[in-house]
């Protein structure tokens, strides 16, 4: 009995919040596709923090800390959210702080529900996995842009959705996973030139991110699964090992 | 330069406020399709209210009340929300007070805007050359299911924004509303069926409203605009003629 609904902004997560089922945060471009690759190439844990204040503050700390707002990178601190950024030998072993202006705090949101694991299309088929052996029910939590719908964490959604319809283990489909898996699938030949069609284009054009967004769309990079716990995000596997002692 | 958006749940429409914008709010199944059927047929006007406890005041004043809650009439007053249940002489000159699930407490959000005008696929042209007239940027409203995403809204949403698209007045369209335009042509060849494969199925299904979603779809019923004015909804058309008194 597992039912998967999609929340296409932060705002609105108050009517789908529940302890009982699983909350993949996603936040394709970029925090969700760097969390993962961050902690495929070796950091220990990212700590999610909501506000530039509490980044400074662990940043004075010693901590290696990563801020982005309006899809830059805040110069006092040493990384962006650019995947590619945390892909270095110096972040191996450590503890990266990481603020960003729509996913971090969609984490914040969700840490009551019964889990909140961090999902990408880098980590797509380690994600889908592990929430098919649940057989809990699965709410998708999009980031959205400063409060707005949009349509690169849909689609990821819609991705989702379809992958697990596909194992047979979804009893329910609302709405607004049906809607995101018809848009995946309308995209899903070239979600880069389906995304790039979308009123993000300018931004994103702007900035000059498209080998961030090539990445970001590429599946499958890693099988790291993220999973929030007492504040930071770790790999499940760690997690898995801990509860064992 | 006209921006269109789609926000598809009331609880995010902080997010979009503001007193620029043309608001349209649509609750296809059934509230706004009820109200531009209900002016239609000689109603005076509308008296939307957000709860029960306001509905039942009026009642004992004496006006027509009609009140929905989870698709069902609730038996204490005059109407449900049945576009049917609007068609009858008896409304003629009349005020009538609705309080609906989803619909009412969307117009109550939006009324700060520039403009707040009613939205249904029965009274879609008028609405469309309304729009593209006013040279105004544009937020559709969806109301949504009990604060959730829902198909039937959304497929307005495209609707409206396909329509003006094709008229060549809009220079913004939106990831939210790029979406809503997806969607609906997917399903515009049959929209019905399009929705019958939509996890509310089995709500609608239940509750035996076939030929009320069938007429909910049908276009162009009546060329009625509805406009809130202090608290009233009221055609256009008695608005244009009390501004030119």
Known sequence: MAKIEVCFTPDTYGVYSNNEH????????RATSAISTALHHGAKEIIPVS???EARAYKKKGYLVGAERNAVQLEE???GNSPYSYMNDD???????????????????????????????TN?????????????????LCSGWKGRYNLEDTIYGGAITQALERKGV???????????????EMGM??????????????RLKNLNLKEDIRYCLSLNRTDVIPIYKDGKLIP???????DKK
Do not use: C, W
């Open 51 to 53: 506000t530039i204040e």
């Open 124 to 140: 797509f088929d380690a994600v889908v996995d592990y929430l098919a052996a649940s057989g809990r029910d699965i709410l998708i």
């Open 22 to 29: 699983i909350v993949v945060v996603t936040d394709i471009l």
């Open 170 to 184: 979804l009893t329910e489909i609302e709405d607004s996973a049906l809607s995101a898996m018809y848009l995946y």
């Open 77 to 79: 601190f040493d990384f």
């Open 189 to 202: 030949d070239d979600p880069y030139k389906f995304l790039m069609n979308s009123s993000h284009r300018r």
């Open 91 to 121: 972040i191996k072993g450590k503890s990266i702080v990481l603020t960003t202006t729509n996913g971090t705090r969609a984490i914040d949101l969700a840490k009551n529900s019964y889990q909140v694991v961090i999902g990408a299309f």
């Open 236 to 242: 499940l596997r760690e997690l898995q090992l801990m």
